[in-house]
């Protein structure tokens, strides 16, 4: 059973930076897309950016320029690197997989097979 785990969160004042990141176990979906979603209490999980190896990267809005995705194949990890960070930045950060069967990059949640628990952000002002 694939398994992600999260990790990299914590307390950092706005205009700072933080990296969050996912491992990956239990499981080879190396030619998986994966995503990053983002869930502040009270609202929505909502997209943050996705990578594919076949299609590149692809940020919401919010997140261009300030976000960046990256992927290590060798190690089977995702990253997520938070710069510029805002208060309206505070939420749970979730990493996703698309799974075997698919390999380009999504923004939709449905698309994603397996979940990790969460990395909570919190910006202060």
């Known amino acids: 059973q694939v398994q992600l785990v999260e990790s990299g969160g914590g307390l950092v004042q706005a205009g700072g930076s933080l990296r969050l990141s996912c491992a990956v176990s239990?499981?080879?979906?190396?030619?998986?897309?994966m995503g990053w979603f983002r869930q502040a209490p009270g609202k929505e999980r909502e997209f943050v950016g996705t990578i594919s190896q076949y299609d590149g990267t692809r940020y919401a809005d919010f997140a261009k320029g300030r976000f960046t995705i990256s992927r290590d194949g060798a190690t089977d990890t995702l990253y997520l690197q938070l710069n510029s960070l805002k208060p309206e930045d505070t939420a749970a950060y979730y990493c996703a997989a698309r799974g075997s069967v698919g390999f380009y990059a999504s923004d939709r949640r449905d698309d994603y097979a397996y979940w990790g628990q969460g990395t909570q952000v919190t910006v202060s002002s």
């Open positions: 239990g499981g080879t979906i190396n030619r998986s897309a």
